[in-house]
Nanobody, 123 residues
Framework: QVQLVESGGGLVQAGGSLRLSCAAS????????MGWFRQAPGKERKFVAG????????YYADSVKGRFTVSSDNAKNTVYLEMNSLKPEDTAVYYC????????????????WGQGTQVTVSS
């Protein structure tokens, strides 16, 4: 079992930045690839960014490439999502998740989920 807790969400103006954190506990954090997803009201949950077990590989949705950066600190059992140049369309609840499948962008391949943190970008 892995428990995930996100933090760092909030209200920010367009063009601003936020850093989300996801703290993991339970089974060895480094056993899993980690991903960030987001879900806007009335829309399906979508992949945002992911990072491999050792942090050596990262992958992003086209909509956030060049603006978001995913990183991890295995010593702290924490994964981060640095979000820059935020747009109103980035408004959503952001979730971190753990998967045994490296490189997956499919939510059904992620086995453990956090409770989510709200990000609101005002225009």
């Amino acid at each position: 079992q892995v428990q995930l807790v996100e933090s760092g969400g909030g209200l920010v103006q367009a063009g601003g930045s936020l850093r989300l954190s996801c703290a993991a506990s339970g089974r060895t954090f480094s056993s899993y690839a980690m991903g960030w997803f987001r879900q806007a009201p009335g829309k399906e949950r979508k992949f945002v960014a992911g990072i491999s077990r050792n942090g050596g590989s990262t992958y992003y949705a086209d909509s956030v490439k060049g603006r978001f950066t995913v990183s991890s600190d295995n010593a702290k059992n924490t994964v981060y999502l640095e979000m820059n140049s935020l747009k109103p369309e980035d408004t959503a609840v952001y979730y971190c998740a753990a998967s045994s499948v490296v490189g997956s962008t499919r939510s059904y391949e992620y086995h453990y989920w956090g409770q989510g943190t709200q990000v609101t970008v005002s225009s």
